[in-house]
């Protein structure tokens, strides 16, 4: 029992020393740029010896980021077993990753070291849910006040963005290092380079479509227009990462669809199209998706972007309610907004809504047409931002990348 304590104690002392650092964010073109050097030739050796001496002390920054972050929670939410296990499972990555550290990046150290990545991705993997199953906890067995309410939403915004960009670091290690293989072979790892927008867009359509026609028998169909004002006809592409695309696509269409659904009755004849329009300007790739499902009022379009509200009944909750295996709900735990955002926000895009109530919603993503201008958005820890933000009503100003 000592011996563990002196362990846990020095595994403590570790992660507040690395949560002095900042991240370091890197663009898309970064990314690009490092992974086709990497297939330039047939012996990515050397090149994955740098990937492997960059993620060794970045992931212990980002990752002791998190753990420290987490200890401002609310003390009645640090306690659930929920948020325990995530904690624990934060402790355990930032150990494992720790065991490089002074390793020298020999064949088979990199090969161990695929393999620490490997498990930390598995282990991750529902700390999404394992969080909201512990927000779930705390708002059923105490309730939740309005500023324990919003340090819970400063948090989430700052925790999961990090998880976004940890996984981003190690799926493009393992994609291009291992045996782990991009969906396609024209990708660099994660990253496609010449990101067909109106395919990925369909293919989100389509998955929300078949979803509503699980739930409500019915679906509305879509229209959709692009247009191109930096190489005229040519198809829309950029340089960017197609799940990421899909995750923000799927989630607004899946909403789309259920708002026109319940606004016109499940007894109607026809519905109205969803409308989606895409841009590509100098600047920015600009998509609209409009829906005319009755629209949202003016002052609740700020609670849709807040993880605890969700306009639908929340499901029960059960041991299985989370598992990949089961069927996802239409809608009901109030995650799916807010983390297309912060999917949009990651790589400096967003996503935003604008309403006319009792008429319809457009929801505009924005992202950048310049890989160089697409950077990792990363929240930074520091005592001056944990202080104005977790223990007084006013917002932290730098305590973003």
Excluded at 77 to 84: A, E, H, Y
Excluded at 158 to 177: D, E, K
Excluded at 366 to 379: Q, V
Aim: with cysteine; glycine share 4%; aromatic share 12%.
């Amino acid at each position: 029992m000592r011996l563990g304590r002196v362990v846990f104690n020095k595994l403590a002392t570790l992660i507040n020393s690395y949560s002095n650092y900042n991240p370091s964010p890197l663009s898309l073109k970064q990314f690009t740029d490092f992974g086709k050097h990497a297939n330039s030739n047939g012996t990515p050796y050397p090149t994955e010896v740098k990937s492997y001496e960059f993620l060794k002390e970045e992931l212990l920054v980002r990752l002791a980021l998190m753990s420290k972050e987490m200890l401002y929670l609310p003390e009645k939410l640090i306690k659930t077993s929920s948020v325990q296990l995530v904690y624990g499972w934060y402790l355990k990555s930032f150990e494992e990753t720790l065991t490089h550290k002074e390793k020298k990046p020999s064949h088979e150290e990199l090969k161990r070291f695929s393999k620490t990545l490997n498990s930390i991705v598995n282990r991750h993997a529902d700390v999404v849910q394992q969080i909201a199953m512990g927000i779930v906890q705390l708002q059923e067995t105490y309730g939740i006040d309005q500023k324990t309410e919003q340090n819970i939403q400063y948090f989430l915004d700052r925790f999961l963005m990090s998880r976004i960009s940890i996984r981003m670091l190690i799926n493009q290690h393992l994609l291009l290092f291992s045996e782990k293989k991009p969906d396609h072979p024209v990708q660099i790892g994660a990253i496609d380079p010449s990101c067909d927008v109106l395919s990925v867009l369909k293919d989100a359509y389509s998955s929300a479509k078949f979803l509503c026609d699980q739930y409500y028998l019915c679906s509305p169909d879509i229209d959709f227009v692009s247009v191109n004002r930096v190489e005229k006809e040519q198809p829309i592409e950029l340089v960017y990462v197609p799940s990421h695309l899909y995750h923000m696509a799927f989630e607004i269409y899946k909403n789309a669809m259920r708002a026109v659904i319940e606004y016109h009755g499940e007894a109607a004849r026809t519905y109205p199209n969803i409308k989606t329009l895409i841009v590509k300007g100098q600047e920015d790739l600009s998509i609209r998706i409009t829906d005319y499902g009755g629209g949202i009022p003016h002052a609740k379009i700020p609670l849709v972007f807040r993880y605890m509200y969700s306009s639908a009944p929340r499901p029960a909750i059960s041991s299985d309610v989370y598992s990949p295996t089961t069927t996802a709900p239409l809608a009901g735990y109030g995650y799916g907004l807010p983390l297309s955002k912060l999917y949009a926000r990651y790589f400096n895009g967003d996503l935003q809504l604008a309403s006319i109530d009792g008429h319809s919603t457009d929801a505009f993503i924005y992202l950048k047409t310049l890989s160089k201008d697409a950077s990792e958005i990363l929240p930074i820890h520091n005592k001056a931002a944990a202080f104005n933000y977790y223990n007084t009503n006013r917002e932290a100003s730098k305590d973003w990348t």
